[in-house]
Protein backbone atom coordinates (compact mmCIF):
# COMPACT_ATOMS: atom_id res chain seq x y z
CA UNK A 1 0.00 0.00 0.00
CA UNK A 2 2.94 2.63 0.75
CA UNK A 3 4.75 1.47 -2.17
CA UNK A 4 1.96 2.80 -4.20
CA UNK A 5 3.23 6.40 -3.59
CA UNK A 6 6.45 7.69 -5.05
CA UNK A 7 8.38 9.80 -7.72
CA UNK A 8 5.32 11.14 -10.19
CA UNK A 9 2.22 9.37 -7.68
CA UNK A 10 3.12 11.89 -4.98
CA UNK A 11 -1.14 12.33 -4.59
CA UNK A 12 -3.47 9.30 -5.24
CA UNK A 13 -7.03 9.15 -4.99
CA UNK A 14 -8.87 5.86 -3.75
CA UNK A 15 -9.35 4.58 -7.14
CA UNK A 16 -6.01 4.90 -8.28
CA UNK A 17 -4.84 2.87 -4.52
CA UNK A 18 -7.15 0.44 -5.35
CA UNK A 19 -5.58 -0.04 -9.14
CA UNK A 20 -1.78 0.15 -7.90
CA UNK A 21 -2.34 -2.50 -5.27
CA UNK A 22 -5.00 -4.90 -7.30
CA UNK A 23 -7.68 -4.63 -4.21
CA UNK A 24 -11.45 -3.56 -4.68
CA UNK A 25 -12.22 0.21 -3.20
CA UNK A 26 -13.83 -0.74 0.25
CA UNK A 27 -10.57 -2.88 0.94
CA UNK A 28 -8.32 -0.28 -0.36
CA UNK A 29 -10.45 2.50 2.05
CA UNK A 30 -10.27 0.19 5.21
CA UNK A 31 -6.19 0.33 4.60
CA UNK A 32 -5.93 4.15 3.83
CA UNK A 33 -7.80 4.46 7.36
CA UNK A 34 -5.76 2.77 9.50
CA UNK A 35 -2.58 3.85 7.98
CA UNK A 36 -4.42 7.61 8.29
CA UNK A 37 -5.14 6.80 11.61
CA UNK A 38 -1.31 5.74 12.48
CA UNK A 39 0.19 9.32 10.47
CA UNK A 40 1.19 7.56 7.40
CA UNK A 41 -0.66 9.24 5.25
CA UNK A 42 -3.10 12.17 5.55
CA UNK A 43 -5.84 13.02 3.30
CA UNK A 44 -7.30 16.22 2.10
CA UNK A 45 -10.71 14.49 1.35
CA UNK A 46 -9.97 13.21 -2.14
CA UNK A 47 -6.45 12.32 -2.28
CA UNK A 48 -4.10 10.57 -0.11
CA UNK A 49 -0.57 11.33 0.52
CA UNK A 50 2.50 9.78 2.74
CA UNK A 51 3.13 12.04 6.04
CA UNK A 52 6.79 12.49 7.25
CA UNK A 53 5.81 9.83 9.63
CA UNK A 54 6.25 6.58 7.62
CA UNK A 55 9.69 7.24 7.53
CA UNK A 56 9.99 6.15 10.91
CA UNK A 57 9.63 2.48 9.12
CA UNK A 58 12.95 2.75 7.31
CA UNK A 59 14.80 4.48 10.05
CA UNK A 60 13.59 1.83 12.27
CA UNK A 61 15.16 -1.12 9.76
CA UNK A 62 18.30 0.76 9.59
CA UNK A 63 18.96 1.26 13.08
CA UNK A 64 18.45 -2.44 13.54
CA UNK A 65 21.65 -2.81 11.38
CA UNK A 66 23.90 -2.55 14.15
CA UNK A 67 27.03 -3.01 11.59
CA UNK A 68 26.15 -0.31 9.69
CA UNK A 69 27.36 2.63 12.39
CA UNK A 70 30.81 1.02 11.87
CA UNK A 71 30.27 0.40 8.19
CA UNK A 72 29.79 4.33 6.71
CA UNK A 73 33.20 5.84 7.77
CA UNK A 74 34.90 2.34 6.62
CA UNK A 75 33.43 3.03 3.38
CA UNK A 76 33.94 6.39 3.38
CA UNK A 77 37.69 5.65 3.45
CA UNK A 78 37.87 3.21 0.78
CA UNK A 79 35.51 6.19 -1.61
CA UNK A 80 37.74 8.64 -0.80
CA UNK A 81 40.80 6.59 -1.62
CA UNK A 82 39.85 5.89 -4.96
CA UNK A 83 37.80 8.53 -5.41
CA UNK A 84 34.88 6.23 -6.81
CA UNK A 85 31.30 5.81 -5.62
CA UNK A 86 30.63 2.86 -3.24
CA UNK A 87 27.58 0.99 -1.52
CA UNK A 88 26.55 -1.33 0.64
CA UNK A 89 22.72 -3.40 0.16
CA UNK A 90 21.04 -6.38 1.42
CA UNK A 91 18.61 -8.38 -0.50
CA UNK A 92 14.95 -7.92 -1.01
CA UNK A 93 13.49 -10.54 -2.93
CA UNK A 94 14.52 -10.28 -6.18
CA UNK A 95 16.02 -6.67 -5.71
CA UNK A 96 18.49 -5.18 -3.81
CA UNK A 97 17.94 -2.41 -1.25
CA UNK A 98 20.62 0.51 -0.69
CA UNK A 99 21.61 0.48 3.08
CA UNK A 100 24.76 2.91 2.81
CA UNK A 101 26.36 4.81 -0.06
CA UNK A 102 29.52 7.16 -0.47
CA UNK A 103 29.01 9.46 -3.88
CA UNK A 104 32.23 11.12 -5.39
CA UNK A 105 30.27 10.88 -8.95
CA UNK A 106 27.21 10.75 -10.81
CA UNK A 107 27.92 7.95 -13.31
CA UNK A 108 24.44 6.25 -13.60
CA UNK A 109 20.90 8.33 -14.36
CA UNK A 110 19.20 6.93 -11.58
CA UNK A 111 19.86 8.95 -8.86
CA UNK A 112 21.01 6.26 -5.90
CA UNK A 113 20.52 6.60 -2.52
CA UNK A 114 19.87 4.75 0.75
CA UNK A 115 16.82 3.00 0.05
CA UNK A 116 17.21 3.02 -3.75
CA UNK A 117 16.08 -0.39 -5.08
CA UNK A 118 17.48 -2.10 -8.23
CA UNK A 119 17.20 -5.66 -9.72
CA UNK A 120 19.52 -8.18 -8.16
CA UNK A 121 20.23 -10.27 -11.42
CA UNK A 122 21.86 -6.94 -13.38
CA UNK A 123 23.56 -5.46 -10.40
CA UNK A 124 27.31 -7.01 -8.84
CA UNK A 125 25.67 -6.51 -5.35
CA UNK A 126 22.76 -8.24 -6.36
CA UNK A 127 24.64 -11.07 -7.80
CA UNK A 128 27.12 -11.74 -4.69
CA UNK A 129 23.83 -11.86 -2.43
CA UNK A 130 21.75 -14.37 -5.41
CA UNK A 131 24.76 -16.66 -4.80
CA UNK A 132 24.63 -16.75 -1.06
CA UNK A 133 20.79 -18.05 -1.43
CA UNK A 134 20.27 -22.03 -1.24
CA UNK A 135 19.14 -23.62 -4.18
CA UNK A 136 15.32 -23.25 -3.52
CA UNK A 137 15.65 -19.67 -2.27
CA UNK A 138 17.37 -18.87 -5.71
CA UNK A 139 14.35 -20.38 -7.75
CA UNK A 140 11.94 -18.39 -5.53
CA UNK A 141 14.08 -15.41 -6.51
CA UNK A 142 14.67 -15.66 -10.06
CA UNK A 143 10.80 -16.95 -10.38
CA UNK A 144 10.37 -13.28 -9.26
CA UNK A 145 12.77 -11.88 -11.62
CA UNK A 146 12.24 -9.89 -15.32
CA UNK A 147 15.11 -11.04 -17.16
CA UNK A 148 14.64 -7.81 -19.71
CA UNK A 149 17.88 -6.28 -21.41
CA UNK A 150 18.28 -2.84 -19.70
CA UNK A 151 21.65 -2.82 -21.90
CA UNK A 152 22.86 -4.67 -25.36
CA UNK A 153 25.05 -6.95 -22.45
CA UNK A 154 22.48 -7.73 -19.99
CA UNK A 155 22.62 -11.19 -19.56
CA UNK A 156 18.66 -12.41 -19.60
CA UNK A 157 18.88 -16.44 -19.94
CA UNK A 158 18.33 -17.65 -16.36
CA UNK A 159 20.54 -20.83 -17.16
CA UNK A 160 23.44 -18.54 -18.17
CA UNK A 161 22.81 -16.26 -14.75
CA UNK A 162 22.72 -19.38 -12.79
CA UNK A 163 26.23 -20.45 -14.43
CA UNK A 164 27.63 -16.53 -13.46
CA UNK A 165 25.90 -16.82 -9.96
CA UNK A 166 27.99 -20.64 -9.55
CA UNK A 167 31.39 -18.69 -10.23
CA UNK A 168 30.38 -15.61 -8.14
CA UNK A 169 30.03 -18.02 -5.56
CA UNK A 170 33.51 -19.67 -5.94
CA UNK A 171 35.65 -16.42 -6.41
CA UNK A 172 33.56 -14.92 -3.57
CA UNK A 173 33.29 -11.41 -5.98
CA UNK A 174 31.03 -10.22 -9.05
CA UNK A 175 32.39 -8.08 -11.81
CA UNK A 176 28.95 -6.85 -13.71
CA UNK A 177 30.15 -4.60 -16.82
CA UNK A 178 27.52 -2.30 -18.11
CA UNK A 179 24.73 -4.66 -17.96
CA UNK A 180 22.30 -2.07 -15.87
CA UNK A 181 23.19 0.86 -17.66
CA UNK A 182 25.87 1.66 -20.50
CA UNK A 183 29.26 2.67 -18.79
CA UNK A 184 28.71 1.70 -15.44
CA UNK A 185 30.97 -1.00 -14.36
CA UNK A 186 30.48 -2.68 -10.67
CA UNK A 187 32.52 -5.33 -8.66
CA UNK A 188 31.11 -6.59 -5.65
CA UNK A 189 31.88 -9.18 -2.54
CA UNK A 190 30.06 -10.25 0.45
CA UNK A 191 29.82 -9.08 3.92
CA UNK A 192 29.79 -12.01 6.16
CA UNK A 193 28.34 -12.15 9.28
CA UNK A 194 27.58 -14.48 12.19
CA UNK A 195 27.58 -18.21 11.38
CA UNK A 196 29.33 -17.63 7.93
CA UNK A 197 25.94 -15.74 6.74
CA UNK A 198 26.19 -13.38 3.96
CA UNK A 199 24.35 -10.49 5.54
CA UNK A 200 25.32 -7.82 2.78
CA UNK A 201 27.11 -7.08 -0.46
CA UNK A 202 29.96 -3.87 -0.70
CA UNK A 203 30.49 -2.61 -4.07
CA UNK A 204 32.61 0.14 -6.21
CA UNK A 205 30.98 1.63 -9.22
CA UNK A 206 33.32 3.56 -11.73
CA UNK A 207 32.60 4.83 -15.44
CA UNK A 208 33.61 2.06 -18.22
CA UNK A 209 35.46 4.79 -20.18
CA UNK A 210 37.81 6.23 -17.08
CA UNK A 211 38.36 2.45 -14.89
CA UNK A 212 39.38 -0.54 -17.12
CA UNK A 213 37.88 -4.13 -16.56
CA UNK A 214 42.24 -5.07 -15.40
CA UNK A 215 41.82 -2.15 -12.94
CA UNK A 216 38.39 -3.35 -11.35
CA UNK A 217 39.86 -7.07 -11.39
CA UNK A 218 43.18 -5.79 -9.93
CA UNK A 219 43.45 -2.83 -7.37
CA UNK A 220 40.09 -2.16 -7.22
CA UNK A 221 39.47 -5.68 -6.23
CA UNK A 222 42.39 -5.48 -3.66
CA UNK A 223 40.68 -2.64 -1.82
CA UNK A 224 36.92 -4.21 -1.85
CA UNK A 225 38.12 -6.93 0.07
CA UNK A 226 40.19 -4.79 2.49
CA UNK A 227 37.11 -3.08 2.92
CA UNK A 228 35.04 -5.99 2.90
CA UNK A 229 37.35 -7.43 5.59
CA UNK A 230 37.25 -4.42 8.39
CA UNK A 231 33.75 -4.31 8.59
CA UNK A 232 33.28 -8.23 9.26
CA UNK A 233 36.25 -8.02 12.15
CA UNK A 234 34.68 -4.88 13.41
CA UNK A 235 31.38 -7.07 13.67
CA UNK A 236 33.13 -10.07 15.22
CA UNK A 237 33.18 -12.00 12.11
CA UNK A 238 35.88 -13.74 10.46
CA UNK A 239 37.17 -11.90 7.56
CA UNK A 240 36.73 -12.83 4.13
Partial sequence: MIQSFG???????LSEVAKLTGMTRAAARRYLLSLQELRFVASD????????????????????LDWLEFTQP???DMGGRLNENCSVSVLDGADIVYVARVQTSRIISINLTVGTRLPAAVTSM?????????????????EAT???????????????LKRILKAVREQK????????ENGLRSIAMPVIGAGDKVIAAINIAAHAMRVKKADMLGPYLDALRETAAKISQQSSIRPL
Fill in 126 to 142: GRVLLAALLPEELDRAL
Fill in 7 to 13: SGRERLS
Fill in 74 to 76: ILR
Fill in 45 to 64: GKFFRLEPHVLTLGYAYLAS
Fill in 173 to 180: YAYVDQEL
Fill in 146 to 160: SMRPYTEKTVTNVEE
